[in-house]
C-alpha cells in the first residue's frame, strides 16, 4: 500500500478510487473510533488495512466487489471482509458533521467551492461550471433487459444497466 502511494499513485487510486493524501487523513480520522479497539486476544487488522479492504469493496463492483474476491486479495476470510466493512462504515458515519459539510459562510468553504467550479469547468464544459457536487454516473446493473427501448440500456460492458448523473447547483 505504501509502495503504491509512493512509486504508483495512479495503481493506488485506481485500486481504492482515493488519493493517498486523503486516504491518509481518513484514516487519521477514524483511527481513534471505539469500533477499532478491543480487549480480546485476538487483535483486529490495522485501521488503515480495514479500510483499504473497505474502499476496494465499495469501490468496484460485479465480480470484483464480491466478498469472495476481495476476501482473496486481501488474503483474509469472508468474515474478516464484513467485520471491516462494519467497522468503517459505522466510523466514517459518526464522522459525518465534521467531514462532509458545506458552510456557504464559512470563507474556507467558499474557496473550496470556487476551486471545485474551476475544475468542473475546466474538466467538462462552462455550462456545468456551477454544478460542482455530482454523482459518477456509476451504473447500476439491471436484472434483464427492460422492454421499453431496450436496446437504450446496453451499456459498454455489454449489461444492462442505468446510469445516473446527480448534479446540485450552487
Known amino acids: 500500500l505504501q509502495e503504491w502511494a509512493l512509486l504508483s499513485p495512479e495503481k493506488f487510486r485506481r485500486k481504492l ?18 469500533i477499532f479497539h478491543n480487549n480480546l486476544n485476538n487483535p483486529q ?18 465480480n470484483a466487489a464480491t466478498t469472495e ?53 475546466q474538466k ?4 456545468w461550471h456551477s454544478g460542482f457536487l455530482c454523482a459518477d454516473g456509476t451504473p447500476s446493473p439491471l436484472h434483464e433487459k427492460p422492454s421499453w427501448h431496450g436496446k437504450g440500456f446496453f451499456d459498454k460492458n455489454s449489461d444492462y444497466s442505468l446510469t445516473a448523473q446527480v448534479s446540485i447547483y450552487y
Open 124 to 127: 467538462t464544459c462552462c455550462e
Open 45 to 62: 487488522l490495522p485501521v488503515a488495512v480495514q479500510l483499504t479492504i473497505f474502499l476496494n469493496g465499495v469501490g468496484h463492483y460485479g
Open 17 to 34: 478510487r482515493i488519493d493517498a493524501e486523503v486516504f491518509n487523513k481518513l484514516t487519521t480520522l477514524i483511527q481513534a473510533h471505539p
Open 69 to 121: 474476491d476481495i476476501s482473496d486479495w486481501a488474503g483474509v476470510s469472508v468474515g474478516t471482509i464484513y467485520n471491516c466493512y462494519k467497522r468503517v462504515m459505522i466510523a466514517i458515519l459518526q464522522l459525518h458533521d465534521r467531514a462532509i459539510h458545506f458552510d456557504p459562510l464559512d470563507r474556507e468553504d467558499q474557496i473550496e467551492r470556487e476551486w471545485a467550479k474551476a475544475y468542473v469547468e
